[in-house]
Structure formats: C-alpha cells, structure tokens
C-alpha cells in the first residue's frame, strides 16, 4: 500500500514542479530582463499609419508576437514628458505622484524649476554649477522600486533619455542608475543622488568621443531629401541636444550609450530579474519643429523601427528574446500643426504663451486698480498659469479668489474654462470623463496655479507643434507587451498607461506600486503552460 502511494505521488510531484516553474516570478530571473521602451512623443495611431514602411524585427515583431492595445488613452490633462514618465513608472496619475507639469513656480525662489531639480544634489560627469537632479518629488514609489525592494536589491534597474526628466521619473528612487546627457555637449551624465562618480564604463564610453561622430552628419529620407543637418551653426540649433537630439542620430547615440549600459552591467545574468528603461527622445524634440503630419516625423518612425529591430537584435543575441519581456508605450503625443489642421477646415490656433501672459496680468492689474507691472501670472506654460502668490498677498486676495480671477482671464482670452488647484484639492469637478481627467491633474506641488482648458487644435506656441491638452491627438499612445507570459494579438478593449506597472507586477509576484490605479490586463495574458497530460 506504501509503494503505490509513493508511485502515485512522483508524478503528482513532478506535476506541481512544472506548474510552478511556468509562473513568471522576479525572485528567480523569470523573465531575466524587462525592457520597457518609452517613445517621448508618439502618438497610437502612427503605428497603423506607417507600418507598411516599417521593416521586420521592431515595430513587426510586437506586431507579430506581442499584445496590442489599440485604445490606451492618459486619464489626465496635461500630457508633458514628466508626468507622462511618472504615470507609466508609478500606475498612478499626478493627483497620486504628484508631478504635474515639466516645471512649475517655486514661490520662495521667486522662478520656475524643473520636475526634478535638487539643489542639494550635484551632476556627476561634468563640471558645472546648474543644480543637480534627483526623484526628490515623486510622492509614489514606482515599479522599479518595488522590484528592487522584493529582491532586496538584487535585481539591477537602470533608466536612459536624452531627458533628465525622462531617465528620473522611470527609475524612481531606489535604482542602480539614471543616465541623461548635458545637453551642451551631448555627454552622458547623471548625478549624486545614484552615484559618487561615473561608472568607469561610461566614462570610457564618453572619453572615446563618441557624442562627436554624430555632429557634422547629413540625415536624409528615402527619397535621398536632405531633412536635417548636424553641422554646428544650423538654424535654430545650437547645442547637440538641439543638433543631434532632432535626428534619428539622437535614438542611435542613446541606443548605443544602452548597449554599453546592457554588457557593462551585465543586465539579464544575474539572480532575480533586472528592468531596463530606454526612453527615447529624439522624436519628441523632432516632433515639435515639425509636427506630426511631416515627412521628418514620418521618416523617424521609420528609423525608430530600424533601430528598434538592432537593439532587440542585440538583446536576443546577449541573452536570449525568450528570456526578456518588453513593453512598448509613450508619454503623450501631439497636436497637428495649426496650419495643417486649417488646410482641412478645422478650426485652430497658435497662441504666443508670453503675449497671453502680459495680457493676463494687464487685465488683472486693471482689475485690482494696482500698478502695470504687477505681474500676477508668474509664468504661463498654456494651458497652465502659474501664479506668484505674493503678487496677491500684497493686495489681501486669497488663493481661491486669486486663481478664479485668473481663470476668468484666462476664459477671456479664449480658453474654454478652468479648473482651480484649490477647485482640484476639493475634487470640485464634473463627474465626467473630461472632469475626471482634471481631477487627476492636481498635485499639491507648484504653489497656486490654474489648469485651463483649450479648445481642440488650439496650442501655446506660434510655430511647430505641443501638446499638452486632455484630446485623443496628447492622450493616444501605443501600449504593446510581448513576451512569454502575453498572448498576442489586438485587444480593443479600454487600457490606460497605468496599467503597465500593474500588470508587470502582478505577472513577477511582486507589490505594485504604492499609489497604483491601473488593472492587470488579464484578457493579454498566456494561460499558464502545464505538464503533458496534466489537467488543463
């Protein structure tokens, strides 16, 4: 009786084992790397628009073999690079994370600051006296950090952009390291919150010149049209992040820079599973010289498939595509150019951000009988005015009283309404989809503002394109995952950038992050492989 039981329970043993062993789990390296790429600028449907230009291994091969959601939208309204690399970090929205805009007014320092300025923090890998940068300002943990809090940091996390911004808000703050250019020089730096000094690798990286071979370079579409020079001197661009950041050479140099990162870390060798951010950012500064509809903007998607398909390439001979995930999304897209839109009868403008602020403030200090110079609208980033609260304090108005009167000015200039940080504080919004994407902008950061609300079509600058608004062209990004846990194919049904850290995390069987809202999207999953014969 003893040996049938113990016949019996071999294979129920072996069982078990293959059942556990087809679950995904950070703590033993499966998968050995995630990638997650995040194109700065690139709007959803730019994938259908171009695909038949795009070759096989990049864009194809998430075509292909991985999980497409057609319709993923930001549930918020002011689609910038910050927030849109904190959203996708965190599974959360700037109401949780707190990173609202790019930039926005620091009332004691009388100035507008970076989502990730540190003034306790210095630059690591150039001499210079600008403050350094660090996540100081996330008020939500992201999936880096809970990967490397599951695996009690034995799982390496690195974040790459031209962007400080970008590498910053994908790493979170417990990562081995974000890495970003000067973009004076185009050399790779980052600063003392990760490390000390640079890594000797990268340092190598940057003595050997490479940021000087993409200067003096011609990029030219398939028509052999010369679209852009990197010679020193062009128009309109000065420094190599201007020069080069506007090619297709941005993404190669950048992509390089991560080659080097993958076997100098030795990223996917180790015990637990490691996670790779590569924001890329050339397109979004391409973007807005040229907009959307251009050949330029067209003749970098191409290239941003070419190089794609070389990195995978790289990665699948270093370690094995079967042994990595990727997830493919963006940080927000962008409007058409006002011009492009008028040639179809749609109604658009440009507007200059500075001429609405003097106004603004000419209005305000009509209103409050007080001085012209007054300048109430510290600074304007349209739709977002920011204001100086000492500006108001002098006259005894209250924040709610003084971002409303700045709302109406705003409203008088054009714009279709406004929220108040005061009204947002409150959760005082319509409960629609459009008062809820509001709702989700508020942040307790940047002293008084006002978010207002543009029309369609409608962008603060008066050449090129922005974004910035809370309409499908800024809130439609791609969101691809591939790998052995997803099915592939097309799903139509409603994602959210939000949903990538969740769903990442519940697949390695790890916390998600702190604040995260977003789903795990079941309907992409794999079934679970089973044993031969086991029961299905």
């Known amino acids: 009786m003893k040996l049938a039981l113990r016949v019996v329970a071999i294979p129920i043993l072996l069982f078990s084992f293959f059942v556990c062993y087809a679950f995904s789990s950070a703590y033993n390296a499966h998968p050995k790397l995630i990638l997650i790429i995040v194109i700065d600028q690139f709007r959803a449907d730019y994938l259908d628009r171009f695909r038949d230009q795009f070759g096989q291994g990049g864009f194809q091969l998430l075509f292909d073999r991985g999980a497409k959601f057609a319709d993923c939208n930001y549930s918020y309204a002011d689609t910038r690079t910050a927030p849109g690399h904190a959203t996708l970090a965190t599974g959360a929205y700037p109401n949780s994370h707190g990173i609202l805009d790019n930039q926005w007014w620091d009332s004691r320092k009388k100035a507008m600051v970076s989502s990730v300025q540190d003034d306790g923090i210095k630059l690591v890998g150039i001499t210079s006296k600008d403050p350094g940068a660090s996540p100081h300002n996330l008020l939500a943990d992201t999936l880096a950090d809970e990967l490397k809090l599951a695996t009690h940091g034995s799982a390496h996390v690195f974040a790459v952009a031209l962007k400080d911004r970008a590498a910053i808000l994908s790493a979170g703050?417990?990562?081995?390291?974000?890495?970003?250019?000067?973009?004076?020089?185009?050399?790779?730096?980052?600063?003392?919150?990760?490390?000390?000094?640079?890594?000797?690798?990268?340092?190598?990286?940057?003595?050997?010149?490479?940021?000087?071979?993409?200067?003096?370079?011609?990029?030219?579409?398939?028509?052999?049209?010369?679209?852009?020079?990197?010679?020193?001197?062009?128009?309109?661009?000065?420094?190599?992040?201007?020069?080069?950041?506007?090619?297709?050479?941005?993404?190669?140099?950048?992509?390089?820079?991560?080659?080097?990162?993958?076997?100098?870390?030795?990223?996917?060798?180790?015990?637990?599973?490691?996670?790779?951010?590569?924001?890329?950012?050339?397109?979004?500064?391409?973007?807005?010289?040229?907009?959307?509809?251009?050949?330029?903007?067209?003749?970098?998607?191409?290239?941003?498939?070419?190089?794609?398909?070389?990195?995978?390439?790289?990665?699948?001979?270093?370690?094995?595509?079967?042994?990595?995930?990727?997830?493919?999304?963006?940080?927000?897209?962008?409007?058409?150019?006002?011009?492009?839109?008028?040639?179809?009868?749609?109604?658009?403008?440009?507007?200059?951000?500075?001429?609405?602020?003097?106004?603004?403030?000419?209005?305000?200090?009509?209103?409050?009988?007080?001085?012209?110079?007054?300048?109430?609208?510290?600074?304007?980033?349209?739709?977002?005015?920011?204001?100086?609260?000492?500006?108001?304090?002098?006259?005894?108005?209250?924040?709610?009283?003084?971002?409303?009167?700045?709302?109406?000015?705003?409203?008088?200039?054009?714009?279709?309404g406004y929220y108040t940080r005061t009204q947002l504080q409150r959760g005082d919004v319509p409960r629609t989809e459009m008062g809820l994407k509001y709702e989700h902008s508020y942040s307790p950061l940047g002293g008084w503002y006002v978010i207002g609300v543009p029309a369609p079509f409608t962008v603060g600058v008066t050449n090129g394109a922005d974004h910035g608004s809370p309409y499908t062209y800024d809130t439609h990004v791609p969101l691809i995952f591939y790998g052995s846990a997803f099915q592939p194919g097309t799903y139509r049904t409603h994602a959210e950038p939000v949903d990538l850290a969740v769903t990442l995390a519940s697949l390695l069987g790890i916390n998600a992050p702190t604040h995260a809202i977003g789903r795990v999207l079941t309907e992409a999953l794999a079934p679970i492989r089973r044993a031969s014969g086991g029961p299905q």
């Open 173 to 416: 703050f417990s990562s081995d390291g974000a890495y970003w250019i000067d973009g004076e020089t185009g050399t790779w730096i980052t600063s003392t919150y990760y490390r000390s000094s640079l890594p000797k690798w990268a340092q190598d990286f940057n003595n050997a010149g490479h940021a000087k071979s993409y200067l003096n370079k011609e990029w030219r579409g398939p028509d052999g049209k010369l679209l852009r020079s990197t010679k020193p001197g062009s128009a309109n661009a000065s420094t190599f992040y201007e020069l080069v950041g506007s090619t297709p050479f941005g993404n190669d140099y950048e992509l390089q820079f991560a080659r080097e990162l993958v076997t100098s870390e030795k990223l996917g060798t180790g015990a637990a599973t490691d996670l790779l951010i590569v924001s890329l950012s050339a397109n979004d500064i391409l973007g807005h010289y040229a907009g959307p509809d251009s050949p330029e903007v067209q003749a970098m998607a191409v290239a941003t498939d070419r190089q794609l398909a070389a990195f995978f390439d790289f990665l699948d001979r270093r370690i094995g595509l079967a042994n990595i995930w990727i997830a493919l999304s963006a940080d927000h897209g962008v409007s058409p150019l006002t011009s492009a839109a008028a040639k179809l009868h749609i109604p658009a403008a440009g507007f200059s951000a500075d001429n609405m602020r003097a106004q603004m403030n000419q209005a305000l200090s009509a209103r409050f009988s007080q001085r012209r110079s007054a300048q109430y609208v510290a600074a304007f980033d349209y739709p977002f005015a920011w204001l100086d609260d000492n500006e108001f304090a002098a006259i005894k108005t209250t924040e709610e009283d003084a971002e409303r009167s700045v709302g109406e000015a705003l409203k008088a200039l054009g714009l279709r």
